[in-house]
């Protein structure tokens, strides 16, 4: 029996690792870290910021299970021209992990608009991966207070946007109780090594930095709370009512994937690119769930030319 719960933990986890956007460790220049406290609807929430850079302000907003550590590719090149900001979502990353259940796509978003209204950004980009994606169709879609005239541009990075079939893993990580003893199960190095191969088109690049990078959070009772909740609440019930409503966003839209992507497929790239009318298209070939990773670079030059098409 022992060994039953054992090998389930590790197929859970290891899943869950999988389906979550990783992180690959970067070479390029330092960047500065600070926290900033939000007086959000939830109350106070105290954010990790990472900023480098000067100029107009790119917004970076990481997926599920990472933080601002998965744009350290791309942060350098953005940051010669951009004053360029990444953010811990709530519940990830260094920012504060509360025990609560305000961890849905419009949760983020309530916590990252009262940021962009409290730091006064104008002019923004806001670049969102993966669930960061999510959070970002949510702040376009925002249409009430000062928020949509403070958005100029975004960029959706293998972005979840649409209904489709929860992994069985999910299901059985909504199941109380069951998260918790899968993860306690198996040692976080291995979920990590496991999600690396799994969502890596080229496990080449997967380094031993970038496996204790991602393990580290997982140590974390707050951050395995999080992770949980955040799952309970990935598919948001009125998600088909949200999609009709991309065709209302006014600004120039950037979409980004790869063509390999397992965990949201190139096609809802594809429909993306169809639903938004300012939507424009890059896709990558050769490359898993994180373009900002595997091919950094090149996502960095996408964006950058796209911006310089729509300053």
């Known amino acids: ?178 998260a918790e003893v899968g993860m306690a199960l198996v040692p976080p190095e291995v979920q990590s090594e496991q999600g690396l191969k799994l969502a890596y088109y080229d496990h080449e690049k997967i380094t031993e930095r970038s496996i204790t990078e991602y393990a580290s959070p997982l140590r974390s009772p707050a951050a395995k709370h999080a992770l949980v909740k955040t799952v309970e609440q990935i598919m948001p019930p009125n998600i088909d009512e949200i999609a009709l409503s991309y065709s209302t966003i006014r600004v120039p839209t950037l979409v980004v994937w790869c063509d390999e992507d397992k965990v949201v497929p190139s096609v809802f790239g594809q429909r993306l690119k169809a639903d938004i009318p300012r939507a424009e298209l890059v896709m990558f070939s050769k490359c898993g769930h994180m373009p900002q990773e595997e091919k950094p670079a090149e996502t960095a030059r996408a964006i950058e030319s796209f911006l310089a ?3």
Not at 35 to 44: C, I, M
Not at 78 to 89: C, F, M, Y
């Open 1 to 178: 029996m022992r060994r039953r719960f054992l090998l389930l933990g590790f197929v859970l986890c290891a899943a869950l690792a999988a389906c979550a956007p990783v992180m690959v460790a970067q070479q390029g220049a330092a960047a500065a870290v600070s926290y900033k406290t939000v007086r959000t609807p939830a109350g106070l929430l105290r954010l990790a910021v990472t900023e480098s850079g000067r100029g107009k302000p790119i917004l970076l907003l990481h997926g599920f299970a990472t933080s601002s550590y998965t744009w350290q590719g791309v942060m350098p090149e953005l940051a010669r021209k951009h004053r360029v900001i990444a953010v811990d979502l709530r519940g990830f990353g260094a920012s504060d992990k509360p025990l609560d259940d305000k961890y849905s796509v419009f949760d983020q978003a309530d916590v990252i608009q009262a940021f962009i209204e409290q730091e006064n950004l104008k002019d923004l980009t806001i670049v969102g991966h993966s669930f960061g994606g999510g959070v970002t169709l949510a702040l376009a879609l925002r249409s009430k207070g000062t928020l949509r005239s403070r958005i100029r541009n975004i960029v959706l990075v293998d972005s979840v946007a649409y209904k489709q079939p929860l992994p069985i893993f999910f299901r059985m990580l909504q199941v109380p109780g069951l």
């Open 309 to 311: 098409r729509h300053p």
